[in-house]
């Protein structure tokens, strides 16, 4: 059993800036990426952005592109997201998740992740 644990969520101005980060207590076997999804107040949980294994290569929302940056340290098992420009949009619990081995190439996909943290909340404050 994967541990996720994510910290570094709070209270932010708009505008402003928050790394979070996923520490994992092992690195998941069979696991092929690893993502950030939230949820915002009222909201179905969506996703923010992934970041596969092997590799590196990322794949992010159309609300993160451009502003917010994913990345790892696998020998580490652990991974942050690099929030800029902050909004009030962004408000959310954000997740960590991995991601196991198999099923489509669509890494936006909640239902393709197994391991979940619990969860850090961000307030954007306008």
């Known amino acids: 059993q994967v541990h996720l644990v994510e910290s570094g969520g709070g209270v932010v101005q708009a505008g402003g800036s928050l790394r979070l980060s996923c520490a994992a207590s092992e690195r998941p076997y069979g696991a092929i990426a690893m993502g950030w999804f939230r949820q915002p107040p009222g909201r179905e949980r969506e996703f923010v952005a992934a970041?596969?294994?092997?590799?590196?290569?990322?794949y992010y929302a159309d609300s993160a592109k451009g502003r917010f940056s994913i990345s790892r340290d696998f020998a580490k098992n652990t991974m942050w997201l690099q929030m800029n420009s902050l909004q009030p949009e962004d408000t959310a619990v954000y997740y960590c998740?991995?991601?196991?081995?198999?099923?489509?190439?669509?890494?936006?996909?909640?239902?393709?992740?197994?391991?979940w943290g619990q969860g850090t909340q961000v307030t954007v404050s306008s």
């Open positions: 970041i596969r294994f092997t590799g590196g290569r990322t």
């Open positions: 998740a991995v991601r196991p081995v198999g099923g489509s190439g669509d890494y936006s996909d909640e239902h393709l992740y197994d391991y």
